[in-house]
């Protein structure tokens, strides 16, 4: 399975930007997608998840601003983010959960893309 991101960018504080993740590849069925950011000398930090049924999971520093979502029928998770702070610059890393023939659940991990907040 490959992950692409798609629409990082620069914003003002304050502003909002859409991210969005397709897999492809060998593709059977999706279990959990989200996203993960990582910053200039941080760790990875979990930022949402979202099961193939629709349930949502978010990282505290990002509850009521960011929302995610995912069109299965497509294999593509979105990341709605709102009231973007400087503190959400970082590079933001799409993740899945794949299982492999024997029933074991895969971590697959896009490339990321970057996201600035800064006036």
């Known amino acids: 399975v490959q992950l692409q991101a798609f629409g990082g960018g620069l914003v003002q504080p304050g502003g909002s930007l859409r991210l969005s993740c397709e897999a492809s590849g060998i593709i059977i ?3 959990d997608m989200g996203w993960y950011r990582q910053g200039p000398g ?3 930090e979990f930022v949402a998840a ?5 349930n ?4 505290d ?4 601003r960011f929302t995610i979502s995912r069109d299965n029928a497509k294999n593509v998770v979105y990341l ?3 009231s973007l702070k400087p503190e959400d610059t970082a590079a933001y890393l799409c993740h899945a959960v794949q299982k492999n023939m024997w029933g ?3 971590d697959y991990w896009g490339q990321g893309t970057q996201v600035t907040v800064s006036s």
């Open 29 to 31: 069925r999706i279990n």
């Open 56 to 59: 949502t999971n978010y990282g």
């Open 104 to 106: 074991t659940p895969v």
């Open 61 to 64: 520093s990002v509850k009521g």
């Open 42 to 44: 941080n760790q990875r």
């Open 50 to 54: 979202v099961t193939r049924g629709g």
């Open 80 to 82: 709605q983010m709102n």
